[in-house]
C-alpha cells in the first residue's frame, strides 16, 4: 500500500521535499501517490508552472505517481478541496495512510477540532458568527477554538484548516501521518533561508528581476530551471482575464449570474457593478474583498463564472472522481498497474478516450458527472494558457 499527499505544488520547493523525506522515514516503503491540483489554485488563481510540468517536477523530488485533482475540488472551499482529495485517495484502492502539514503539531488536537464538527449545535453555531459578519473560515475557527482551546489566529491558517478537513473526511481505513511544517508561513512573501513559502518564490520569480540566487536556496535545480523558462517564455496573468470577465458579467443577466457556484447573497449585482467601473483585475479584487467575503472566494467567483460551473449541478459533479494520471516514475507505473485491479474509479491516461470534440457542446447534457468533470478541467487548462 501506498501514502497519499493532496497538494498543489505551486511551484514545487523545499518544504515539499523535506515533507516527501519524513514520510519516507516514517513508513519506509510502499510508494507515494500525489494528488496534485491542475491548471487553477484553490485561490482561484492559474498555476505558476502547468499542471504536466509541475507533476514531472513532484515526481523528480521523490513522489512515484501524480494524479490530477479536478478543477471543481481544486478550486473550491478547504472542504472541498480536501474531501475530493480524500475521495480519489479512498477509492484508487492503493492507499492506506494519509501524510499532511500543519503549524499545529499535536494530531488529537487536530482531530478533536474536526470531530466538533459533528456536534449538533454546530451548524447553527456557524449560521449565527456569520450573520455577525465573519466570513465562513473565520467563523469555523472561531467554533473549534472555543471548543479545543487551541488558538483562534493559529487555527485560521491555510495549513491548519486544511488539517482539520482531511481529518473530517478521512475514511477509518486511511490513517493520519501529520508532519509539523518548518520554515517560513503559509503565506510568507519574503524569501527565507532553505524553507520559503510557496507564496514568497512565486512573489520572487513574478519580480521585474527575479534574484535566482535567493530563489535556487528554496527550490531544487529542476524547479528553479523550470521556473527560469516560464519567466522566459512568459507567466500567467490573472490580468489577461479582466477584459473577458468584464464582457461576460456586463452583458449577463443577473438571473444567469446567479446560477454560478457560490454566488449568493447579491454578490452577482456587487460584481456586476464592479466590473463596470474597475480598470483592472486587481480593482475588482480589492473592492470586493471584505472581511466576509475574501479575495480567495472573489477569485474564485470569477473563475466559476467564466468556466460556467453552475450550483445546481454542483452536488452531481462531486460524485464524478477519476485519476487522472500526469507523471508516474518506475514505482508509480507497479501502484498503477495494481491500480488496474483495485480502483473503483475511472483511470484516465489519455483524455480522448473519455471525451471528444462533440461532447463540449452538443452531448454535453448526456455526460456523466465524471466526464463532465474532465471537461472542466480541459476547459480550465485552455483558460489558463489563454492568461500567458
Sequence with gaps: MATGIIAEYNPFHNGHIYQIEEVKK???????????????????????????????????????????????????????????????????????????????????????????????DFAENLREKMKGGRSYASAVAKILSQGTGLDEKNLSRPNNILAVEYLKALPPEITPILIPRIGAEYDDKILRENFSSAAAVRAAVYAENPAWQEIARSVNSETLAALQAAKTTGLPDENLFFLPAAIKFLTSHPDEVREILGMTEGLEHLLAKTFGRAKNFAEVIAETTSRRYPSSRIRRLILHFLIGLKSAEFEELKSGIYARVLAFDERGRSLLKKMKATSEIPIVSKVAKHLNKRDFSVRRRELSPYQRNLMFDVIADFLRISGN
Design 26 to 120: 516514517i513508513v519506509g516503503g510502499g510508494g507515494i501517490v500525489a494528488i496534485m491540483s491542475g491548471s487553477f489554485t484553490q485561490r482561484g488563481t492559474p498555476a505558476i508552472l502547468d499542471k504536466f510540468k509541475r507533476a514531472a517536477l513532484a515526481i523528480s523530488g521523490g513522489c512515484n505517481l501524480v494524479l490530477e485533482l479536478p478543477f471543481v475540488f481544486a478550486t473550491g472551499s478547504a472542504e472541498t478541496f480536501a474531501g475530493g482529495g480524500i475521495k480519489i485517495l479512498k477509492n484508487i484502492g492503493v492507499i492506506d495512510r494519509l501524510a499532511f502539514g500543519a503549524e499545529i503539531s499535536d494530531l488529537s488536537k487536530l482531530q478533536a477540532a474536526a470531530n466538533i464538527f459533528e456536534e449538533k
